[in-house]
């Protein structure tokens, strides 16, 4: 099956940092990526669907200016948290989509763990 | 708006029995996909099985089968001669056939396997 790669897998950062978290397809073109959060024992939340080459599109509740997503290439979406601080501290999950194809075919990366000090 | 409900919380199955997690959604549409996404302590999310609405047959991936009713709107996961590897969250969930590619996922079911 595909391959859904992120990076870091975890990370730590002072309040007020910014920090970038990485979604690749490894051996797939994904049109659409997808951007979860997941609080301990909880589900998947949807933060944004992003779209290579256009603007992402954010859930409501989810800040914009605090959640820049980029879908710059095919391959490649990055999630960057804005100002962090503890409250975005959280598991954070990309998918990717396999284009072009009618059942679902989204392949989950393994998680970005934010811990914000 | 399309929901998904499991009202299982947490489930225990002696090893190699046999075990049905329940979920129930709500939807206007005809058509649209189910599936059942289970979710290790490694958190990496893996699919379990898919089911598309306008089959009638229930899917089946080896240990793992569904049943699928559409009427009721019911989509349970049965595992049969359960392994400790089994052991994860399971999380049953809708995606329209016709809008965009949003998973919805409901709020999981803890399934713990005894050994």
């Known amino acids: 099956g595909a391959v859904v790669s992120q990076h870091p897998s975890w990370v730590i950062c002072k309040s007020g940092t910014s920090v970038k978290i990485e979604c690749r397809s490894l051996?797939?073109?994904?049109?659409?990526m997808f951007w979860y959060r997941q609080f301990p024992k909880q589900s998947l939340m949807l933060m944004a669907t992003s779209n290579e080459g256009s603007k992402a599109t954010y859930e409501q509740g989810v800040e914009k200016d605090k959640f820049l997503i980029n879908h710059a290439s095919l391959t490649l979406s990055t999630l960057t948290v804005t100002s962090a601080h503890p409250e975005d501290s959280s598991f954070y999950i990309c998918?990717?989509?396999?284009?072009?194809?009618?059942?679902?075919?989204?392949?989950f990366g393994p998680g970005t763990r934010l811990t914000v000090l | 708006a399309q929901t998904v409900t499991q009202s299982q919380p947490e489930m225990s199955v002696q090893e190699a029995e046999t075990v049905t997690l329940s979920c129930t959604y709500d939807t206007s549409e005809s058509d649209y996909y189910l599936f059942w996404y289970k979710q290790p302590p490694s958190r990496q999310m893996i699919l379990v099985i898919r089911q598309e609405a306008y089959k009638q047959q229930n899917a089946t991936e080896n240990r793992f089968s569904v049943n699928f009713q559409k009427a009721a709107k019911s989509f349970s996961l049965k595992i049969s001669d359960s392994q400790l590897g089994d052991a994860a969250m399971y999380f049953c969930?809708?995606?329209?056939?016709?809008?965009?590619?949003?998973?919805?996922f409901g709020k999981g079911t803890r399934l713990h396997i005894l050994p």
């Open positions: 998918s990717a989509r396999v284009p072009f194809s009618r059942a679902d075919t989204q392949y």
């Open positions: 051996d797939f073109q994904a049109t659409t």
């Open positions: 969930a809708y995606r329209s056939a016709y809008r965009d590619d949003k998973i919805i």
